[in-house]
T-cell receptor, first 114, second 112 residues
Framework: DAMVIQNPRYQVTQFGKPVTLSCSQTLNHNVMYWYQQKSSQAPKLLFHYYDKDFNNEADTPDNFQSRRPNTSFCFLDIRSPGLGDAAMYLC?????????????FGPGTRLTVL | SQQGEEDPQALSIQEGENATMNCSYKTSINNLQWYRQNSGRGLVHLILIRSNEREKHSGRLRVTLDTSKKSSSLLITASRAADTASYFCATPSSGGSYIPTFGRGTSLIVHP
């Protein structure tokens, strides 16, 4: 089945230790998104790739970076995780024509920072 | 910036009852989406309604859109315990019509 896969599902890291979360998709969608979601809050968009074009949200900290080496894969790098970065990280994809289309989400990676 | 706001924040009902959630937004939109999120999981798309549509159905789900009032509602009929989840509305952000912005969601609990 076509899907969005996130690895790992649970990630524990130490304060200040770089961590990378991965996302892959078999849907061949042109847009990939990374969201941060804290408990009982709305998913907050960090950045997205429209094809190869990287789009950073204005309030996304520099501590967060992303890579999209090809259509199928996208990575979220947190260079120096702080306690406040503990959250669920959601990857999503969509096939966009500029009119708005449904997003397909992965199951998320729960990040714990010790 | 957060575009849509869901109401109520929490809803608790008995199995078999209907559940209604509302979403209000601030600026003109060309589409509005509803998503469901089970605890600790990713979001699942439910329905997309475009600005020229007033009502849409999908199984036990009914979504309405009133662009004059800048509001939408999601009705779940004959609810089941498995409907227990958080429900989010998503509207296009100002940065681009294809980028959805999510509200805080309505937490629905359906008691068996």
């Amino acid at each position: 089945d076509a899907m969005v896969i996130q690895n790992p599902r649970y990630q524990v890291t130490q304060f200040g230790k770089p961590v990378t979360l991965s996302c892959s998709q078999t849907l061949n969608h042109n847009v990939m998104y990374w969201y941060q979601q804290k408990s009982s809050q709305a998913p907050k968009l960090l950045f997205h790739y429209y094809d190869k074009d990287f789009n950073n949200e204005a309030d996304t900290p520099d501590n967060f970076q992303s890579r999209r080496p090809n259509t199928s894969f996208c990575f979220l790098d947190i260079r120096s995780p702080g306690l406040g970065d503990a959250a669920m990280y959601l990857c999503a994809t969509s096939r966009e024509s500029g009119l708005g289309n449904e997003q397909f989400f992965g199951p998320g990676t729960r990040l714990t920072v010790l | 910036s957060q575009q849509g706001e869901e109401d109520p924040q929490a809803l608790s009902i008995q199995e078999g009852e209907n559940a209604t959630m509302n979403c209000s937004y601030k600026t003109s939109i060309n589409n509005l989406q509803w998503y469901r999120q089970n605890s600790g999981r990713g979001l699942v798309h439910l329905i997309l309604i475009r600005s020229n549509e007033r009502e849409k159905h999908s199984g036990r789900l009914r979504v309405t859109l009133d662009t004059s009032k800048k509001s939408s509602s999601l009705l779940i009929t004959a609810s089941r315990a498995a409907d227990t989840a958080s429900y989010f509305c998503a509207t296009p952000s100002s940065g681009g019509s294809y980028i959805p912005t999510f509200g805080r969601g309505t937490s629905l609990i359906v008691h068996p």
